[in-house]
């Protein structure tokens, strides 16, 4: 099953991708309240069985119609991995951490498919890093290992594009501020469901830019799993419905190439991963006033 958000007269409500691709079975409440619901996948495929049949009321919306959102709108939280592919590491410099590195992102940074990303004029050096994102489905808190995949609505493509200027800053690292410019989150196409794709360790995963391939790799060569970072993240904070988890990124960004290779105005980039689908971007420069 494939969900997103979009737009309505009442506001931001989920979406259901019907199988033929080409229309969207709205629901009467938010992506999130869908998670609340006690067995919220089968409610969900039930609805839409019963729209599709007839047995309620008309909600459907041809896609080409409909204005799409992210998956998850409105997130409390934005958690993301660093460093957290070996070869990623190497490429930058660091050893392959004990532990995982976390940093996170205004929810203001989040943005959909298909949407234009500024390219801060205070910075001359954006980046791309392809990543799987986690929704999260229910509330949890110290979460065991064992159990964390039952906490995981589905996953999404993601790209957590970075300003290295930004991020390099001596005398400290700044990776929260070099992440979280608007728009540096995009999200999307759509949320497939964990039933799914019951490995998100085995996910082949690709950057193209301008059509180029930039990244390639699959998510079996993560150094945490996502049970490990559910786990290690619930340590520190409660888990919410909506809440997102970037997983990290392959080698092939920018900053690590020799020449370095950085965003301009007018760029496409790409993220393709593996029975989830392909989120796109292009990257124009911010209006200078």
């Known amino acids: 099953m494939k969900l997103t958000s979009c737009l309505t007269p009442n506001g931001p409500r989920a979406a259901a991708l019907a199988e033929d691709g080409k229309s969207l079975v709205i629901f009467e409440v938010s992506v999130k309240e869908l998670f609340l ?3 919220w996948l089968e409610y969900v495929k039930k609805f839409v069985q019963d729209t599709l049949d007839g047995r309620r009321p008309p909600c459907l919306v041809p896609v080409e119609e409909a204005r799409l959102l ?7 939280k934005i958690a993301c991995v660093g460093l957290n592919y070996a070869d990623h590491a190497a ?5 392959v951490p004990d532990a995982p590195v976390i940093f996170n992102k205004f929810p203001s940074a989040l943005c959909g ?6 390219l801060p004029a205070v910075s001359d050096k954006v980046d791309y890093e392809a990543e799987l994102v986690v929704v999260i489905g229910k509330k949890g808190r110290n979460i065991p290992i064992e159990s964390a995949m039952e906490y995981v609505a589905g996953y ?6 970075s300003a290295r200027d930004w991020q390099m800053r001596p ?24 039933d799914e794709i019951p490995d998100p360790r085995n996910l082949e995963i690709e950057l193209r830019l ?8 699959n998510t079996n060569q993560f150094i945490f799993s996502v049970p490990t970072l559910i786990n290690w993240i619930s340590q520190a904070a409660t888990l919410l419905p909506g809440d997102l988890i970037f997983t990290g990124t392959p080698p092939g960004v920018g900053m690590g190439r020799k020449p370095p290779l950085f965003l301009k105005d007018g760029d496409l980039c790409e993220v393709e991963i593996e029975k989830i689908g392909v989120l796109g971007n292009l990257f124009k420069a911010e209006k200078k006033n």
Request: hydrophobic share 30%; proline share 10%; glycine share 12%.
């Open 70 to 76: 992210t998956p998850v709108p409105d997130p409390q």
């Open 91 to 95: 490429e930058t410099g660091d050893s």
């Open 210 to 217: 301008n059509g180029e391939v930039m990244q390639k790799s």
């Open 171 to 194: 005398p400290a690292r700044q990776w929260f501020i070099g992440k979280t410019f608007d728009g540096f989150a995009p999200v999307g196409p759509w949320m497939v469901t964990a």
């Open 113 to 118: 498919n298909g949407d234009v990303i500024e």
């Open 156 to 161: 999404c493509c993601g790209n957590d594009v």
């Open 37 to 39: 619901k006690e067995n």
